[in-house]
């Protein structure tokens, strides 16, 4: 069975695009993460959240940007702490998205800022 991490139901929190099995919305995701919520924070407050989940909620704000637009920088990050190297090795390849899902390496980050 597949599952759908995001889910958007009209008839559900108003429309707003939630994480599955939760009344999470992605855009509080996103706040928690722009406040400083790394992923080891967010799973041991919200236990009801997946790493995966987690992983697809940053996912779909950076495909659905222009919605989401006040949580990205102007290199197009997500504000807020992602997930480390060592939380991203249980993700699939496809969701390690640099500044979005994962940390940007401080490198990088540097020269994008200047």
């Known amino acids: ?10 008839l ?6 939630f994480c599955y099995n ?7 995701l996103l706040e928690l993460r ?15 959240l997946r790493v995966v989940g987690i992983a697809q909620a940053y996912r779909y704000a950076s495909e659905h940007a ?8 102007k290199a197009g990050a997500l504000a807020g702490p992602g997930f480390t190297a060592e ?7 496809a969701l390690q998205i640099p ?7 401080r490198a990088r980050a540097s ?3 200047s």
């Open 66 to 73: 222009d919605r989401y637009a006040e949580f990205f920088d």
């Open 87 to 93: 939380e991203a090795a249980v993700l699939p390849a």
């Open 111 to 113: 020269r994008a800022s």
């Open 22 to 28: 939760t009344r999470m919305t992605v855009r509080q």
């Open 12 to 17: 559900v929190l108003r429309g707003e695009p």
């Open 34 to 48: 722009r406040s400083g919520y790394g992923v080891a924070r967010l799973l041991r407050e919200h236990p009801e």
């Open 99 to 105: 500044g979005v899902v994962t940390e940007r390496s």
């Open 1 to 10: 069975m597949t599952i759908k991490w995001v889910k958007v139901d009209p």
